[in-house]
Structure formats: structure tokens, C-alpha cells
């Protein structure tokens, strides 16, 4: 039978204190005559020991040795794309902010955001993650390695990034069974996605591939709020990626997400003579006014370039 969290925190407890084999008198010290106190060892382990630094009301686990996130934390980010960040009067974006990308097959949205991760992890040592629910990281990796010669990998070792697999599937039959379950309460029981640090970007990609997975859209409602409040307390900058037409007159799948979403990035891919233009725009940013309108870009061996026409 299961010992329980209670038995296993009476374990873990007694070992702490009184260390494997009940050696903990040994560990309490008498304080020295100089009046200086003595740190018991397991002081000092309890310091480095790892912990959740994030609500524990959130979707995310995030375990580590920083501080633990309180207050709000309202700064402004450069993306690390200066030319998209001109767009903008602050010169980058809010960090809590959520920014749904859309944009129809072979738009660059998978570019910008790994772009934005990679630029200002070279520039400023910014943690960023990339949440896969379709393609293998690997593949990606090597995708952006071989087209814009980013060096994820090495960013991996220095601690300054991961990408993680996600299977969508597994997402939507947890939260369904746990809305049949629970009559429509959705945190409770329901598994937490682990992050190794705390990022300064995350990246879902995408909500179309989780939208798919869903039997219910109500459901897929549900998760997606939950989903957006729980990106806000990581107190980053969020890139939320959703399929569309090339042009699209509908930014996401359900419309929830741009109603939720701080920010709309749409990517257009515009038959003009024959030929495909690529223009960017954006549709709304909460936390500062910005350049109206479509703009040029295109995409090179940089990734994505902007040029906004005089």
C-alpha cells in the first residue's frame, strides 16, 4: 500500500532533521564562545535545495533555486528583432504579456519567435523555452541551425534554453476527464507541465495542434483560459503561435484567443502579380500604441527583416 504524502513527508522530515540513521543530535551545535552562531550542514543543503517558485494554482511547474515570483513585473522587453521593435513607441513588449502569433504555412511565425529567444539570449543572457506540440525539437533545431545558423544547441548547454516535446493528445484527455470528473473544475488533478527554469520567453507552438487534439471545443475553451492566466504569473514574454490562411479575416481557431491574448502579430502571405509578399502586422498591443497597418518584411539567412516602406 502507498505510504501517502503525509508518510512520505514524516520521512523526508525526520530524515532532514535528524539525518539517515537518527544521527541528528550530532548535528545541533552549542554556540561557540565567540558568540558566533554554527550552521548545521543540512542548513546549508536546505539553501541549495530546489523548489517551485511559481503559484501552485499554476499549469506550470518550475522548479529552481531563484526566487520566488511575487510581485508584478510590468518592464519592457526588447524582442530582439530591432526592426519590429521600432514598430512599437516602448521599443518592445510588457513582460506578463501574452502575444498570439497567426499566420498561415511558411509565414516565419516558428522564425520570429525563435529569433526573439535567440537574439536576446546572444544579447542579453535571457532564458527562453520553446513548448512543442508538433514537430520534434530536434528537427528544429536543426532547421534553424541549417537556415539562419543558430546555434540552439549551444544555448541549450549554457542553460540559457530548452525545447520541450508536448503530445496534445495527452494534454486534452487529461483536462476532459478531469472537467467529467470534477463538474467543470479544471486545476484540480491535473497534471502540471514542468519547466527547468524560469524563462524570460516561452513559446507554445501551437494552439491550432492542442485545439485539434480537443473533442470539445468548450473544453478547449476552458484549458485556454487557464492556459493564459498561467503564462501571465511565469512573468515573461509569451508567444502563443496559431495557424490560419495565408490571409486570414480570423486570427485563431475559436476567437477566445485574441479576445485573451495582449497582443496580435498577424503574418500575411499576399498574392500580388502572381507572386507571394510577406507583410506583418500588428492587430493590438495593450501595453503600448504602435505602427498601424501592414509592413513589409522577408525572410533571409537573418531569419525575418522587416523594412517598413518610407
Keep these: 500500500?502507498?505510504?501517502?504524502?503525509?508518510?512520505?513527508?514524516?520521512?523526508?522530515?525526520?530524515?532532514?532533521?535528524?539525518?539517515?540513521?537518527?544521527?541528528?543530535?550530532?548535528?545541533?551545535?552549542?554556540?561557540?564562545?565567540?558568540?558566533?552562531?554554527?550552521?548545521?550542514?543540512?542548513?546549508?543543503?536546505?539553501?541549495?535545495?530546489?523548489?517551485?517558485?511559481i503559484p501552485e494554482n499554476n499549469l506550470f511547474y518550475v522548479k529552481s533555486n531563484e526566487p520566488v515570483v511575487k510581485s508584478p513585473d510590468y518592464s519592457i522587453m526588447p524582442t530582439g528583432i530591432r526592426e519590429f521593435d521600432r514598430l512599437i513607441k516602448d521599443g518592445g513588449i510588457e513582460r506578463s504579456s501574452t502575444i498570439l502569433i497567426s499566420g498561415g504555412a511558411g509565414t516565419g511565425k516558428t522564425t520570429f519567435s525563435i529569433q526573439s529567444i535567440y537574439n536576446s539570449a546572444i544579447e542579453?543572457?535571457?532564458k527562453g523555452i520553446y513548448l512543442s506540440f508538433e514537430e520534434d525539437p530536434e528537427k528544429i533545431m536543426l532547421h534553424m541551425k541549417?537556415?539562419?545558423?543558430?546555434?540552439?544547441?549551444?544555448?541549450?548547454?549554457?542553460?540559457?534554453?530548452?525545447?520541450?516535446?508536448?503530445?496534445?493528445?495527452?494534454?486534452s484527455r487529461a483536462v476532459e476527464q478531469v472537467l467529467l470528473d470534477r463538474g467543470g473544475e479544471l486545476k484540480i488533478d491535473l497534471q502540471k507541465i514542468e519547466l527547468?527554469?524560469?524563462?524570460?520567453?516561452?513559446?507554445?507552438?501551437?494552439?491550432?495542434?492542442?485545439?485539434?487534439?480537443?473533442?470539445?471545443?468548450?473544453n478547449y475553451r476552458k484549458y485556454i483560459r487557464e492556459l493564459f492566466e498561467s503564462l501571465e504569473q511565469l512573468k515573461c514574454v509569451s508567444y502563443v503561435i496559431s495557424e490560419t490562411e495565408q490571409d486570414p479575416k480570423i486570427y485563431s481557431r475559436t476567437g477566445v484567443?485574441?479576445?485573451?491574448?495582449?497582443?496580435?502579430?498577424?503574418m500575411y502571405s499576399l498574392k500580388k502579380d502572381g507572386k507571394r509578399e510577406n507583410a506583418i502586422e500588428i492587430l493590438k498591443l495593450r501595453?503600448?500604441?504602435h505602427q498601424k497597418g501592414m509592413v513589409p518584411y522577408k525572410i533571409t539567412q537573418k531569419g525575418i527583416t522587416i523594412t517598413p516602406e518610407n
Design 124 to 126: 542579453r543572457k535571457e
Design 1 to 53: 500500500m502507498a505510504e501517502g504524502f503525509f508518510g512520505r513527508f514524516w520521512k523526508e522530515t525526520k530524515s532532514f532533521v535528524f539525518g539517515e540513521g537518527g544521527a541528528g543530535k550530532d548535528a545541533v551545535k552549542a554556540m561557540p564562545e565567540n558568540g558566533e552562531s554554527v550552521i548545521p550542514e543540512h542548513r546549508k543543503m536546505q539553501a541549495k535545495r530546489k523548489r517551485n517558485v
Design 257 to 266: 484567443e485574441e479576445f485573451l491574448a495582449d497582443g496580435v502579430v498577424v
Design 196 to 218: 527547468p527554469f524560469l524563462p524570460d520567453r516561452i513559446v507554445i507552438d501551437s494552439l491550432s495542434a492542442l485545439a485539434i487534439a480537443f473533442k470539445e471545443e468548450e
Design 146 to 171: 541549417k537556415n539562419y545558423g543558430w546555434g540552439l544547441e549551444e544555448l541549450e548547454r549554457k542553460g540559457l534554453f530548452t525545447m520541450i516535446k508536448i503530445d496534445p493528445m495527452e494534454i
Design 287 to 289: 501595453s503600448s500604441s
